[in-house]
């Protein structure tokens, strides 16, 4: 892992190959929305040679130190009727909004963020993501983990979300 506080940069390139280029060890190339994005795990301020530099993140929260590592890397178009399960992760989960809006339903609060944002929470955090707004939304979704342990997980999670994004 690289030393210091972490963001994800998103930076877009003309194809894959100018990605692989100019990725790190800890970076993945990801063709979605139309456009070869190149993700990288780095200290704030960074930029890489012949990519066009789209947004950071904030510091993440805490990465859970491990052995090894895993990204998980996605495009996730959901429309308002999708249902995404109470669920955690080992590692914590950042998302960069392509279109529209969501909600997500934290233990102690509740963070929003619409197309051009990006939004994390903790590891270890039970969550309940919502889709809100009136279109679908489309957004790259990463989560950082130990690579011992699973990714996300569904079950033995003692919470209940009390509906707070919709109101």
């Not at 950071?56 to 249902?83: K, Q």
């Not at 929470?121 to 130990?146: Q, Y």
Request: aromatic share 8%; net charge negative; glycine share 8%.
């Amino acid at each position: 892992m690289p030393p210091g506080p972490l963001v994800w940069r998103f930076e877009n390139f003309a194809n894959p190959a100018a990605a692989q280029g100019a990725a790190t060890p800890t970076s993945a190339v990801v063709e979605a929305a139309g456009k070869v994005w190149l993700v990288s795990l780095s200290v704030q301020g960074g930029h890489s040679k012949g990519g066009v530099f789209v947004t950071e993140t904030e510091p993440l929260p805490p990465i859970p130190s491990g052995p090894t590592y895993e990204f998980i890397v996605a495009e996730a178009d959901l429309g308002s009727e999708a249902n995404v399960r109470v669920h955690k992760h080992s590692g914590p989960e950042t998302w960069y909004l392509l279109t529209g809006e969501q909600c997500l339903e934290l233990p102690d609060r509740v963070v929003r963020a619409r197309a051009g944002q990006t939004m994390s929470a903790p590891s270890e955090t039970p969550m309940k993501l919502n889709i809100i707004g009136p279109t679908n939304r489309d957004a790259l979704f990463l989560v950082v983990h130990d690579s011992s342990k699973p990714w996300n997980t569904f079950t033995d999670i003692d919470w209940q979300p009390k509906d707070l994004c919709q109101k």
